[in-house]
């Protein structure tokens, strides 16, 4: 049975002018890979309606899931909840359940605050949308089809990701094992290691050069679902660093 | 007259799985941004040569500039010069230039290094390709019709785009302001930053809330090519932020 498969788009102006840095990328690679859905394409795109719309109905139609980050604040930039509405043809409209919810925050904050418009728009969602909460700041997120859509601030992201995960229905879990070796040259390496890679067609080995202010090195990961296979390939990757005449290191470099 | 785009693909399977946090967009985005060519998408997509070659042909249509990283080093995993090749169609074969240059670097080391089969695939490449400088570590990256290819290591990159940051045609600098009030919430003040972004079409006016140990609040960017206009949005978002009753601070929190 093959895994299924993840595309996440970061949406905003914000990443791609370096203002500000992702941090979302990597922390859902992992996790989606430790359930079996490897991350398979990301994409960071801006806040231009026509881009966003089409870059959603291309990589649902693609991806077993879709995850998007940004975008679904209360200022006139978060545009990501019109869009994924426009994107699935759906009336753009209140959703009960965010909207009692947010009222009911706004009403209990001390000084009570007001639901105004801007505020209601958090809690305007497609057309059966259903929801992710969000134990951090209320306004949740939500889910239409196989498009998952969270906020862009880490903290919330992370918190909406571990209310969703549950409902996703994952795969064999990826595992990876490594081991590295300080001195060695990638290009010393590469020929063998390409040997070992075309006996272990499963298996996807990875070569990644370090450095350090006491040395470079090169580390060795091999990564899939079946673990035998992967056992096996670092086994032979390790024999063949002594070969070389190198000091083999079980894991990554600390 | 409107500036040139660029996209950014980052190539590797590392960055999808998690193992390697990127490093390269975000200097790209602020290194482009600031020759007005504002980075308008990047897609991290893994080694796999036919996603490669389908990206790189869509995007390279699509973008007055395609920068990639990732994937050219002597190991089998490092496949991205072969699939841009396929990409446009033209061989891939040894670059004279490239080799020469690497064959006398492997020659001048002590003890001499064997420019052996693994580090000869570093100088071969699509035939035309000019070749950009590697300070750093050697093995140049290259240029073909509007596709430039760097290295993944971010040190390398960076210092291949000093090399090749004078053959790009720029634009009108993408400049920025910003202001800032602790306390003040988003949704307070969404209704009339969306009016003054409605007066203001030709500027980028971003609304990011920002979190402290001392207490959050929201920092308010305006971006675009026209200074004036920009610092006339920075000017009504001020008056704005104190007609609210907050104190506003110029430029980002620190």
């Not at 990589?59 to 994107?87: L, N, Q």
């Not at 080995?205 to 899939?224: Q, T």
């Not at 990757?237 to 070389?244: F, K």
Request: aromatic residues 6%.
């Amino acid at each position: 049975m093959t895994n299924p498969t993840a595309c996440l788009l970061i949406i905003g102006n914000e990443v791609l002018s370096g203002r500000t840095k992702d941090a979302n990328l990597q922390f859902l690679a992992s996790r989606l890979g430790e359930m079996g859905i490897p991350l398979r394409e990301a994409r960071v795109i801006p806040d231009v309606p026509e881009t966003i719309i089409a870059t959603v109905n291309e990589v649902r139609a693609k991806y077993t899931y879709v995850f998007t980050t940004g975008g679904i604040g209360p200022t006139h930039d978060d545009i990501t909840a019109e869009c994924i509405s426009r994107a699935f043809g759906v009336p753009w409209e209140p959703n009960q359940e965010a909207w009692a919810l947010m009222a009911a925050h706004y009403a209990s904050r001390e000084p009570p605050t007001e639901f105004n418009a801007a505020r209601q728009r958090m809690a305007t969602m497609p057309r059966g949308a259903t929801l992710i909460a969000n134990p951090v700041s209320v306004a949740p997120g939500f889910i239409i089809g196989n498009v998952h859509v969270m906020a862009g601030v880490p903290r919330i992201m992370q918190a909406m990701f571990d209310q969703l995960a549950p409902s996703l229905q994952g795969g064999t879990p990826v595992q990876s094992r490594a081991v590295h070796a300080t001195g060695m040259l990638e290009g010393k390496i590469a020929e063998g290691l390409g040997q070992i890679q075309d006996r272990f067609p499963q298996v996807e080995i990875g070569s990644y050069p370090y450095y350090r202010e006491n040395g470079g090195g090169v580390a060795l990961v091999a990564k899939g679902t079946d673990v035998a296979a992967i056992e096996a390939a670092i086994t032979e990757i390790t024999a063949y660093i002594s070969e070389l005449g190198f000091t083999p290191l079980a894991g990554e470099p600390g």
